[in-house]
């Protein structure tokens, strides 16, 4: 008997994409499932596409809450398996289904694992944006340093509606990294993330306002991502029982360093201070974060300073 795969496609205001996204998880060459589709309180035609699928897809609208609490009741909907989370402005492969189920039925029943797979980045049209690399997490880290020094896009991984059930679901109270917190959580239960070199969708990669991912760091507040890396730290810690590995120290504070940049560019000088100084304190000799000239600089100027010779060399380079 074939397991049961839920794919579950949450839309806010997505009528430019979401049929393809439907398409997708319809056109799949694996046939025992069901699609769900959450609208989210769109107030474009997304709802109307939605409904033109009659029968074919389960539908549930609902207020405006946000992605991670659509992406939860989608969950709580669900009767499968298995679950595939599925953005609406995204597009499945037509067997990606099939060879993660085949690839999870094969997995040692004593194994709590979840299959993931690669992502194929594209632009707005699914033109292919070439440079990025696979999704194979590297195979000689801790599990938890692993899947922080890579953790899976949205639909990469074919997760097990058991596990998720366990930890919770995605967290609603965090406004981005959800996917890095759940996935995190998975590993801390004791989930093994097993890649499998093949791929699952299509990412588009665009900007876009209604996008949360291309929303300003600091709209969350500048101090937002300094709070989320120190409750991992404190959750990792908790978990673990033990003080963090050297590697998961490293990981933190480039992790730091990078959204202190991030932070720095956008004017919050005091705040990027915070950010640096935590990156430091965790890994002293190793959290640097940018192409050369910039951890010279860094190590030679404040890292305000560098931040604005570098911004000096880049337009330069684009003259």
């Not at 890095?180 to 990669?205: E, M, S, T, W």
Request: aromatic share 10%.
């Amino acid at each position: 008997m074939m397991p049961l795969v839920s794919i579950v496609i949450p839309c806010y205001n997505g009528e430019t994409f979401v049929k393809e996204a439907i398409d997708s998880a319809l056109g799949q060459t694996y046939s025992n499932l069901e699609v769900i589709v959450i609208n989210d309180g769109s107030t474009d035609r997304s709802l109307e596409i939605i409904e033109s699928f009659g029968g074919k897809i389960q539908i549930e609208s609902t207020i405006n809450q946000g992605v991670q609490l659509t992406r939860n009741k989608g969950l709580e909907l669900a009767t499968g398996d298995y679950i595939k989370f599925l953005d609406s402005d995204d597009v499945l492969l037509p067997d990606c289904i099939e060879k993660q189920v085949a690839r999870s039925v094969q997995l040692p029943l004593d194994s709590k694992s979840i299959v993931y797979g690669d992502v194929d980045w594209t632009d707005s049209q699914l033109q292919t944006i070439p440079g990025y690399p696979s999704q194979a997490q590297p195979s000689d880290l801790d599990p938890v340093a692993a899947i922080m020094s890579y953790s899976p896009l949205t639909s990469c991984p074919l997760h097990n509606r058991k596990y998720l059930l366990e930890v919770g679901g995605f967290d609603p109270f965090l406004v981005n990294r959800h996917e890095n917190d759940l996935h995190l959580r998975l590993v801390l239960a004791g989930v093994q993330f097993v890649y499998d070199p093949c791929l699952v969708y299509k990412y588009r990669q665009y900007n876009d306002q209604r996008r949360l991912s291309r929303a300003a760091y600091t709209e969350m507040g500048a101090m937002y991502y300094y709070e989320v890396l120190e409750r991992e730290q404190k959750l990792i810690e908790q978990k673990t029982g033990r003080s963090l590995l050297p590697e998961v120290q490293k990981i933190l504070a480039k992790n730091y360093w990078t959204y202190g940049r991030v932070v720095l560019r956008e004017g919050f000088i005091d705040e990027a201070q915070n950010y640096f100084s935590k990156a430091r304190q965790l890994s002293p000799n190793d959290c640097i974060v940018g192409n050369f000239p910039y951890p010279l600089l860094v190590n030679t100027l404040k890292p305000y300073w560098a931040e604005s010779v570098m911004k000096i060399l880049s337009s330069f380079k684009r003259t």
